[in-house]
């Protein structure tokens, strides 16, 4: 063991998407010394593992840090999501998170210790252990430590399948995919998650035919409208008309039922098919092109989880199927981040962060970076929000809604705080909200049908989920 300590102020244990949004608030907003300490290579978190054709779910106009800008203000233009705002690529992304590591380390306040990992107690005891050579260091912590790992954030190519594959089958995560040498007689997806649908269009996208696509979807999922989640002034109506229909179709609704119905109806949420009811909702946003793309495949099948895949035959929870010795199994199986109960985000010695905005994980890092540099009193910290679950089910959107709109009230009586909102460039909403001027009559009309649903449809999510 190395016994010479080193000292930080802050310890960021995982230089992922969140905790970089933090370091960066703290870099910015306070003098204080920073320690990454990552089990990858490199900066960027599970997007080291992700698979190549992988983007972001959402504009990339709100993800990365909120002191520099991911892309540019581009428009897609590939017709599943033409027109809309770019989403940065894994690619991207790396190169975004290894050019905000070198400003960091740079300015001799953030030192960055990757292949390394973590073996502390996250309160007291601070040991690092290298990957590469076992060496194990002690790190003071001068202020606290900072877990980012909470979330769990897992990809097929670092978690094997969770069903058993016979020998003689050719099975691969979809990080594998884009490396396929010759063509199978079919393709089956294992997956019904974001990571499934992206398995399936590129499939589709590459010109196999919807007919040799099998998609194995142990269950159907809810997915948001990407087109009522872009950033940009051109886009006002529609964000804003959509946040408007939503709340009254909340305040309206008798039932659970009646919500959904109504969400799906105003182009709110969208289903793969229509006389499917779903049972997940994991908050993962598509267009409606890829929505028709993806209705082309018609082997669907909905049997329960993957048990085992033998050459000749696939066994499910609720029954099997014959199967193709030449099909080719594309793994999508693994969770992209596990509903896990909240702990609070701040204690005396230690930072978890966790969202505090529904879906926006690097937004919530920041604020609560934020938190930190402002506000010394621990439970003043942890009362400025209600803490936002990954959600699973269809009921946890009422949920996360509810939560979400709490939140902002919340942080509407809180004078600094507000005005970090208003200036972050991570919250694509508040600034234009803020921004209508009082001559602008429809937009202030958008505005005011927002503002007059919010406390009824509080009220009614609050009865909806208490029935």
């Given at each position: ?425 991570l919250d694509g909403f508040t600034a234009a909200a803020r921004s209508v001027k009082p ?29």
């Open positions: 063991m190395n016994e010479r300590a080193h000292q930080t102020d802050y310890l960021i244990v995982g230089s992922g998407a969140v905790g970089m949004a933090f370091a960066d608030v703290l870099f910015h907003e306070t003098d204080a010394t920073l320690t990454f300490v990552d089990r990858h290579h490199g900066p960027g978190g599970h997007w080291n593992d992700a698979y190549p054709f992988v983007r972001l779910h959402q504009p990339s106009a709100y993800y990365g840090v909120n002191s520099k800008a991911l892309g540019g203000d581009l428009r897609d233009k590939h017709p599943l999501n033409a027109g809309m705002r770019e989403r940065a690529t894994a690619a991207e992304l790396i190169a975004y998170y290894e050019q905000l590591m070198q400003t960091f380390v740079a300015s001799g306040r953030v030192r960055y210790l990757p292949m390394h990992d973590y073996v502390g107690d996250y309160e007291d005891h601070h040991e690092v252990t290298s990957l590469m050579n076992g060496e194990t260091s002690r790190l003071t912590v001068n202020r606290k430590v900072v877990d980012t790992t909470f979330m769990g954030t897992e990809v097929p190519s670092t978690h094997p399948p969770k069903y058993a594959v016979a020998r003689d089958v050719k099975c691969i995560p979809i990080n594998a995919l884009s490396k396929v040498s010759r063509a199978h007689s079919g393709y089956v997806v294992v997956g019904a998650g974001k990571t499934g649908v992206d398995a399936c269009l590129w499939l589709l996208d590459n010109n196999v035919s919807p007919d040799k696509i099998h998609w194995i979807m142990p269950r159907d999922s809810w997915f948001l409208n990407r087109a009522n989640a872009q950033p940009g002034n051109e886009f006002f109506e529609t964000v804003f008309d959509s946040l408007a229909r939503q709340l009254e179709s909340i305040a309206t609704s008798a039932s659970v039922d009646e919500l959904f119905g109504k969400l799906e109806a105003g182009e709110q949420l969208l289903r793969l098919d229509p006389s499917v009811t779903p049972s997940m909702f994991h908050g993962a946003l598509m267009s409606k092109a890829e929505l028709h793309a993806l209705r082309a495949i018609k082997n669907v099948i909905r049997l329960g989880r993957v048990k085992h895949i033998e050459p000749t035959r696939i066994e499910f929870v609720s029954g099997e199927i014959a199967a193709d010795s030449d099909w080719l199994y594309v793994d999508c199986s693994a969770s992209a981040a596990k509903p896990r109960a909240p702990v609070p985000v701040f204690t005396d010695k230690k930072i978890v962060p966790q969202m505090v905005r529904m879906f926006q994980p690097t937004f919530s890092a920041a604020m609560i970076a934020h938190v930190e540099a402002t506000i010394a009193d621990t439970a003043e910290k942890n009362s400025l929000w209600q803490l936002i679950s990954m959600p699973d089910k269809p009921i946890d959107w009422l949920k996360v809604t509810l939560n979400g709109l709490d939140n902002q009230q919340r942080w509407n009586k809180v004078k600094g705080l507000r005005e970090w909102i208003l200036a972050s460039r001559d602008e009559t429809e937009r202030m009309a958008l505005l005011q049908r927002y503002g007059r649903s919010a406390p009824r449809a509080a009220a009614t999510l609050q009865a909806l989920l208490q029935s």
